[in-house]
């Protein structure tokens, strides 16, 4: 910084275009010196891979990890008992095998022998009590606890037998038993919602916790023992990086090796004949939505009517164009075109401004001479949260308030460091209305989202929303057996949803992943192109790297 100051100009006095470049320039001296090449991306250890996250991780033990960045990490440490694969069909994990009896209401689960901690302590039954034990606890703040509500025992027969049963019939029984087991022989009598514990995990998965530098970044390393084999990439580093500009430079010079690009980035910046060499772009439907959340403990959402006015007052085509230049589509409902649960006769709320002022007109918003809504003396004024990091929820937010502001609606914008906005202002429900979004869960089961039971802090259904149709229906769901049968009720919820408008459903982005193509064997399945990361590899041969 002191030559740069040492210059005939100061580093403020720089338009954003000539800053941007003297960035690069001084950023590929850097690794390209560190690489001892002048002509691709510096990488200094091969063998590893270096993610960009837009947040840092917060809790490490499956059970409390609710947030993307927490679930990410904790998905390499942990593993549950059964896990989707590739084509989206349940497999084995930690257990081989499984029986179910006639009557659908016990589960028998064979564990694999052999399967060690990462502190080499072997796995057994009892970690699969103790965790089903911790997951139940009241006292401990978990959103997954109603996963288990159905549950009316768990026992171990053997040291490598667990049976579960169930008090009726549970749809999502073997995908519930995904979630990633804890250690009885480490965390046995601790208080699990200490940071001591929760952000030094020990786990049977592939990686294994090495370093965690707070809000920079977390190093993995490969577990030799890990019982599908040990991972040809001997290290992850998760590099936190919470602005999109400064990762994609990260990116183009080798300081990471993968990231999800935002549209702009997709279409504008990474469409070049230097990304083509270097990096393997990916585009499929992300399985979720981005919405605009209620607080519906707030007066002045309560009221379906005033939701649905500003529903007809957003302009979702000008949202996907806006924000994810075309990647994505509207969305209608709680499930994404690509869920079986989807109800296609749904149709969205029009794009309607004139609709919006007269359900507003009717409910005694009047226009004051400022043109804003106002009734009794207030004005129709409102703030929404989103997170640090995202520029699609921000540009969103943005165009959102130029929309409302076109009927009269006075909207403002307030954007929070992610772990602060989920625990200081979502689970507190200190907020107005929120720009977020949901990645789903394949089956259908939206009962942590939408229940009225899971409205406590940390839990899903932080909008206070409650319906006593969806409730019952939400419950029938998960105790009906096929996926025809299973179909209509989550098409009456679509419905439901869609009418009472609790948050705006307003569209399904597509995942834009990038990686830095010396890594092979990477398959783009309907599971998205982590399903078979351990078995990646990096050739030997450089020569082979681009190929």
């Known amino acids: 910084m002191t030559s740069i100051r040492s210059s005939s100009f100061s580093i403020q006095s720089l338009t954003p275009k000539l800053l941007n470049f003297l960035i690069c320039f001084i950023l590929s001296l850097v690794f390209f010196s560190a690489a001892g090449c002048t002509h691709e991306p510096g990488i200094k250890y091969p063998n590893a891979i270096t993610l960009g996250s837009g ?39 930690l257990a081989e095998s499984w029986d179910v009896s006639a009557d659908g209401l016990t589960i028998t689960f064979h564990l694999r022998k052999r399967v060690m901690w990462h502190d080499s302590v072997e796995f057994t039954s009892d970690d699969v009590i103790f965790t089903y034990n911790a997951v139940i606890n009241p006292k401990i703040p978990t959103p997954y606890s109603s996963n288990y509500g159905p549950v009316k025992s768990v026992e171990a027969t053997d040291r490598y037998t667990v049976k579960v049963h169930y008090n009726e019939p549970y749809a999502p029984a073997l995908e519930s038993w995904g979630m990633g ?14 940071p001591e514990v929760y952000q030094n995990p020990v786990g049977t998965g592939p990686y294994r916790l090495k370093e965690w530098l707070t809000g920079q970044k977390i190093v993995l390393d490969a577990f030799d023992s890990y019982f599908e084999g040990r991972p040809n990439i ?3 580093i998760i590099r936190v990086i919470t602005d999109p500009s400064t990762m994609f430079l990260e990116l183009k010079f080798g300081g990471i090796d ?9 279409k504008l910046q990474a469409n070049t004949d230097f990304f083509n060499r270097y990096f393997q772009k990916f585009r499929y439907p992300s399985f979720g939505y981005t919405y605009l959340g209620f607080n519906l403990l707030n007066p002045l959402f309560s009221d379906k009517n005033v939701r649905q ?39 969205d709320i029009e794009y309607n401004p004139d609709a919006a002022m007269k359900i507003l007109d009717d409910l005694g918003w009047k226009r004051n001479r400022d043109g804003l809504l106002e009734k009794e003396g207030k004005t129709f004024s409102f703030t929404i949260i989103t997170n640090q990091g995202n520029d699609s929820r921000m540009k969103a937010a943005q165009i959102i308030r130029e929309q409302l502001k076109r009927v009269g609606i006075d909207m403002n914008i307030k954007v929070l460091e992610w772990q602060a906005m989920l625990h ?7 907020f107005e209305a929120v720009i977020m979004g949901w990645a789903l869960s394949r089956d259908p089961d939206l009962y942590d989202i939408w229940h009225s039971s899971k409205t406590k802090e940390g839990e899903f259904n932080f909008i206070s929303y409650k319906n006593d149709e969806v409730d019952r229906l939400l419950i029938e769901g998960r105790q009906t057996f096929g996926v025809g049968k299973r179909a209509k009720i989550y098409h009456r919820i679509h419905q439901i949803l869609a ?3 609790p948050t705006i459903f307003l569209y399904v982005p597509d995942a834009l992943p990038v990686l830095h193509k010396r890594f092979k064997g990477v398959e783009k399945a309907p599971i998205g192109i982590w399903h078979d990361f351990i078995h990646w590899h990096v050739p030997a041969d450089r020569s082979e790297w681009y190929r």
């Open 424 to 430: 200081e202002f979502i689970d507190k429900k200190r």
């Open 309 to 347: 006015a500003i529903a007809h007052a957003i302009n979702k085509k000008e949202l996907i164009a806006g924000v994810v230049m075309g990647y994505g589509i509207p969305c209608t409902g709680p499930f994404p075109p690509e869920s079986w649960a989807y109800n296609r006769d749904v149709r």
């Open 499 to 501: 009418d009472e408008q």
């Open 181 to 194: 087991i804890i250690p009885k022989h480490v965390l046995e009598g601790k208080d699990m919602t200490s």
């Open 258 to 266: 993968y990231m999800g690009l935002t549209p702009p980035q997709y």
């Open 55 to 93: 947040a840092d991780a917060k809790r490490l033990l499956p059970f409390l990890a609710s947030d993307s960045a927490s679930s990410q990490v904790a998905g390499y440490i942990f593993n549950g008992l059964t896990k989707y694969d590739k084509d989206l069909k349940i497999t084995g994990d």
């Open 234 to 236: 001997d290290r992850i």
